[in-house]
């Protein structure tokens, strides 16, 4: 019988140690000879998990059905393959991962123990502290999760029920304090029937309870299906079926059952006729978004899945820094061979501690005392994003930072593009606007600008979203396009309650109508640059004058307006970086912020400028948190707007 050498690889963007953990019990398959490895480990990806086998060909089906069954599909997971290779390249060292040296569970359950704990008909249903030889996910439960019983959560069901039920069909001014169900053994997680009250400013959050009905509520593609299928158990920004009865809200951040507790929990409300529930709390769930042909991470505060992350870089110009709630270390490599210096650098997020706009930045050359993030001159966050997302690329071995630019969309800080020219040296080109804090002032300045007629059409032909705009109230900062996306979505109607909505809400529901839309063409709307005296920014006037001239025209399709303005902003930025191209030549432009949850707006500027540059996002970072601390070790100024 003919012997075969057979590869098969796991290709990811991040870091997997599920994978190098199954790698590591593969070599122990006594049947074959089996080599492992990983190439790119402990750089900033791909990160490539394989495993090599001599055999026959029915051993080697063997192996494979084997493997199929063992490899959870990854959220990180960009491919995998099975080939023949003439010389294996692996060997028998074990593969390093975080939680190699600890023993620790990597993943709460899989698919040994999921049908065991979480399958009603097991006979084991509901036995939270079953030992599981594979995944020890046992080991993370505290004590009192392990005293929870199937009973105690049956009966803990049961009181939501049957408070919660008794009163859905209530009027809103009628209803009783609203009814929860309190875990105190799963980090405090709340849940409930019913949307919570008081809201945290962010999207509702589910918990799906029955997977099968998932399409029933949600539009959702095939790599979100996976993606909250995944061992990550991620939050994955969802929109709901149109004119759903229940689901009001335009956007909803949904998840599985990420536990043992959460999963036979939802298997009981699932077998009550629960196909989702309401959850709020420290769930340690990473909220992801899909950038450029794969998932992101965006930010990774309160998320416990890998308190330090280990990685190969070249010298920064600072060893240690504080940033935004996360501490980033650089120390030199003694077996360094590159002309770049490499050495181990390591993030991870500091305890929660209340600072002035939730920053602290300490170095022993970097002055954070005189961190102005209101200063519209400051680039500091931006250049951050952008060398930290660099270090995916050349950056990493041979080449320092240049001739490169990032685009930064983000509500939580100044959303701006940076360049880099062939020195190094960054430059602010271009900083969104801050917008007014109320639409009264928001239309009176539209009323008073060349926008002034389309202004008095829009009052007069829709009195009804001219009194929502006079009411809209912007809270925090509102240089960014969430600002903007919501007085667009009042002026092209998409307020339909008599009370004006939250920022948050119109923002969502502008790129809902936009995910909504499926049609080839649409309107251009005009982004026109203003020229300040340092840098450019936005004639928002302009593009909102743009937008109320169709409305006016007669266009009625809010989804097709929504559409267009991403569209066509993606297109802005495509021809702005084709001029700075001009300019500085442009190697490479990065991705970061956490705007890019907005799935059109993403799709868009990967259609729009993926094909004349490449895009760079560091996948094995945040886009919108620990990136920052990790570019802050390259940033050049000494004074954090020392250039201000």
Partial sequence: MQMKNIRFDFTCSRQVPLYAHLCNQYLHYDALNINIGCDGQNGFGPYNYFIEALGEQTQLEQLADAIAADFLISAWLIDSSIKAIDTPLGGKTLLNYPQSDSNQAL???????????????????????????????????????????????HAMVQDLLTQGLSTQNLPTQDLPTQVTLTLAAADNLQLSLTPFNESLGGRPQLLICNPNTLNAHFCLNDAQVLALSSIEKPLICARPTQEHDKLNAPLYEICFAYSRVTLVLAEVLRQKGIDWIYIQGQHQRPQLAWIDGAWAQICSVGVDSVAVKNLIAPEPLRETVIFHGYQAKWQASKR????????????????????????????????????????????????????????????????????????????????????????????????????????????????????????????????????????????????????????????????????????????????????????????????????????????????????????????????????????????????????????????????????????????????????????????????????????????KQRRLNSHA
């Fill in 107 to 153: 993943t709460p359950f899989c698919q040994h123990c999921y049908p065991l704990i979480g399958d009603n008909q097991s006979a084991k249903f509901g036995t939270l502290d079953l030992a599981c030889p594979c995944c020890k996910g046992e080991t993370l439960l505290t004590p009192a999760q392990k005293a929870l019983t199937l009973s105690d959560i």
């Fill in 336 to 635: 360094s061979r590159s002309r770049l210096q490499q050495g181990e650098l390591s993030v991870a997020a500091l305890p929660h501690k209340p600072t002035v706009e939730g920053f602290t930045v300490e170095s022993d050359d970097f002055e954070g005392n005189d961190f102005d993030d209101n200063d519209t001159e400051n680039h500091t966050i931006a250049d951050a994003a952008l060398f930290s997302a660099l270090l995916n690329g050349k950056f990493t071995s041979h080449k320092p930072a240049k001739n490169a630019a990032v685009i930064y969309l983000s509500h939580s800080h100044a959303s701006q593009i940076v360049t880099c020219d062939n020195k190094g040296d960054t430059e602010l080109f271009f900083a969104l606007p801050e917008l007014p804090d109320n639409g009264y002032e928001i239309f009176h300045q539209l009323d008073n600008s060349p926008q002034n007629a389309v202004a008095q059409k829009f009052k007069h032909l829709f009195p009804g979203d001219y009194l929502a705009l006079l009411s809209l109230k912007l809270h925090g900062r509102r240089d960014n396009l969430q600002s903007l996306w919501a007085i667009a979505a009042i002026l092209m109607g998409l307020n339909p309650q008599e009370e004006t909505q939250s920022q948050e809400w119109l923002s969502d529901a502008l790129m809902a109508a936009a995910m909504r839309y499926h049609g080839a063409n649409a309107p251009r709307i005009d982004y026109p640059l203003t020229k300040g005296e340092a840098h450019r920014s936005l004639n928002w006037c302009k593009t909102l004058g743009s937008l109320l001239s169709f409305r006016i025209a007669g266009n009625d399709d809010p989804s097709q307006l929504a559409f267009a303005m991403q569209d066509s902003l993606a297109d802005y930025l495509a021809n702005w970086l084709e001029h700075i191209d001009l300019n500085i030549g442009v190697h490479n432009i990065a991705l970061a912020g956490n705007e890019l949850v907005n799935e059109t707006l993403c799709k868009r500027i990967s259609l729009r400028l993926g094909k004349n540059f490449p895009l760079m996002i560091n996948r094995s970072l945040d886009v919108d948190g620990n990136n920052l601390a990790v570019g802050a070790l390259y940033v």
